[in-house]
């Protein structure tokens, strides 16, 4: 399943932006309830949670061959010329990625709909999550290694490291307090990047928004797991998630949940990265390989 946020168990100091998100709850709810009635519908079909994790595993896995095939390719209607070539590949791989995070999404909610939800059931899901995430990556990867690109390598494989270690520090970390789910960057805002990187055929510009800044998650949330640990230790009151900070830090829209102005500013950023960045930037759009020219200029072997 996708990494949705779980019971609050930590309460929340008055006053934070916790309490700014009431009037967004019912879009929230409105599409909990489309979601459970859908799950209700495959229950009665015959579907069960396990038939759709492994359609969307199975369908993760076909994305990331299209995306070793053509990740860096340019999408069909753009002009042909010089650059990379253009294909369909990337195009297939976000609606293969599409649809394997709705599958994501609806065996949870089949799973407690059906009430047919086991512990294990849990923990193999968050396993499927993160060879899911590899996968992607590592098609990536394998497409730059193919044409020679070792920096968009690399950020293939930060962006994997990111994934991995975002979801892990949340794990150990709740096994020790009950709630470490900040930052910007969840599960779910790193799948809507893929899909939005593939299905505009900017892949390459995808990759460096996902190698560069989930990093801020992973440090903020080994941040959050410090200072809540130490609050434990010392008998203090519990930090609260959101935001951290205040005078310049506190209008960052990175630190702001779901459903807040802030946030919905900086998806519209992320999402502007990806589709105009490669026009302004060449680099964002695979076309220069500075790691592989230094690697060159040392005579690595």
């Known amino acids: 399943m996708l990494e949705t946020p779980l019971p609050a168990k930590i309460d ?35 579907v069960r949670p396990n038939h759709l994790t492994v359609a969307g595993v199975a369908a993760t896995l076909a994305a990331s061959l299209c995306l070793a095939f053509g990740a860096g390719h340019r999408p069909p209607w753009e002009f042909a010329g010089a650059g990379p070539p253009v294909s369909s590949w990337p195009l297939a791989a976000g609606t293969l990625i599409l649809l394997a995070g709705m599958m994501d999404v609806l065996d949870g909610a089949t799973a407690r ?3 047919a939800g086991t512990a294990f059931g849990g923990i ?10 590899m996968l992607v990556h590592g098609g990536c990867a394998l497409y730059f290694a193919h044409v020679g690109n070792m920096t968009f390598v690399l950020l293939a494989l930060l962006g994997m490291i990111n994934a991995v270690l975002t979801s ?10 009950d ?18 990187g593939c299905l505009t055929g900017h892949v390459p510009a995808m990759l460096v928004l996902l190698a560069v800044f989930p990093a801020f998650t992973v440090w903020r949330r080994l941040d959050h797991a410090r200072r809540v640990c130490a609050a434990m230790e010392s008998g203090q009151p519990i930090p609260g998630r959101e935001p951290l ?47 592989g020219k230094l690697m060159s200029s040392l005579n690595w072997a």
């Open 124 to 133: 193999l899901d968050s396993a499927l999550d993160r060879i899911s995430d």
């Open 12 to 46: 929340h100091p008055a006053g934070t932006v916790a309490e700014s998100t009431t009037g967004h709850r019912w879009i929230e709810r409105s599409l909990s309830r489309a979601r459970d009635r859908l799950a209700g519908l495959l229950l009665r079909h015959g």
């Open 168 to 177: 892990y520090i949340k794990a150990r970390s709740e096994s020790v307090f």
């Open 245 to 291: 900070g205040g005078g310049l830090w506190f209008p960052a829209p990175w630190r702001f949940p779901r459903g807040t102005i802030q946030y919905g500013i900086m998806a519209l950023a992320n999402a502007a990265f990806i589709v105009v960045g490669p026009w302004l930037v060449p680099f964002l759009s695979g076309r220069n390989d500075p790691i």
């Open 113 to 115: 709909v059906g009430r």
């Open 179 to 196: 709630d470490c789910e900040v930052g910007f960057w969840l599960r779910p805002e790193r799948v809507v990047a893929f899909v939005f």
